[in-house]
T-cell receptor
């Protein structure tokens, strides 16, 4: 009964490849997020969707493309992977996204290693 | 823009010691403040939060008070346990609806 799940947990791939990370939440939340955690543990938001609509799109390379087929799923596709993309990617969800401080629930993370 | 500054650590303590992890923030308006904890190999979990000035958030023996005058939200625990070993993140939710994190503080508690 995992609340926010991500697949795969580990992903090792070569430069130039295209890969996807999937995220699913069973909390009935309206809002989902992708975060990147670098090797120094610094966390930064990348994207957020509310009811399948993109609401936050930080300055990330356009090789990164989020897709939300429904409000329970938010996938991250990465084209032409580069060494600098190596990081842990976290998916999160929350009940809403307004100024109310809705708690964000995080998935276990996907460790991406680009060689 | 919004920013969060927290002591980077690492912090190493003996069991039952007193813990303080400092956190200060810069934000426009009236942000909500959070502490998240990341245990080894896991995602982040909300530890506590405060939504307005002078609010005190508390959970599992941890406390933090929202101090608007000093723009701070320091995390404290009176007696740490080995099981508290983790990375702790201070964060704020600003008027842009984005959660901004500090760089995290690694806490190691030795028996």
């Amino acid at each position: 009964d995992t609340a926010v799940s991500q697949t795969p947990k580990y992903l090792v791939t070569q430069m130039g490849n295209d890969k996807s990370i999937k995220c699913e939440q069973n909390l009935g939340h309206d809002t989902m997020y992708w975060y990147k955690q670098d090797s120094k543990k610094f966390l930064k938001i990348m994207f957020s969707y509310n009811n399948k609509e993109l609401i936050i799109n930080e300055t990330v390379p356009n090789r990164f493309s989020p897709k939300s087929p429904d409000k329970a799923h938010l996938n991250l596709h990465i084209n032409s992977l580069e060494l600098g993309d190596s990081a842990v990617y976290f998916c999160a969800s929350s009940q809403g996204w307004s100024s109310n401080p809705y708690e964000q629930y995080f998935g276990p993370g996907t460790r991406l290693t680009v060689t | 823009g919004n920013s969060v500054t927290q002591m980077e650590g690492p912090v190493t303590l003996s069991e039952e010691a007193f813990l303080t992890i400092n956190c200060t923030y810069t934000a426009t308006g009236y942000p909500s403040l959070f502490w998240y904890v990341q245990y080894p190999g896991e995602g982040l979990q909300l530890l506590l939060k405060a939504t307005k000035a002078d609010d005190k958030g508390s959970n599992k023996g941890f406390e933090a008070t929202y101090r608007k005058e000093t723009t701070s939200f320091h995390l404290e625990k009176g007696s740490v346990q080995v099981s508290d070993s983790a990375v702790y993140f201070c964060a704020l939710l600003g008027s842009n609806y984005k959660l901004t994190f500090g760089k995290g503080t690694l806490l190691t508690v030795n028996p």
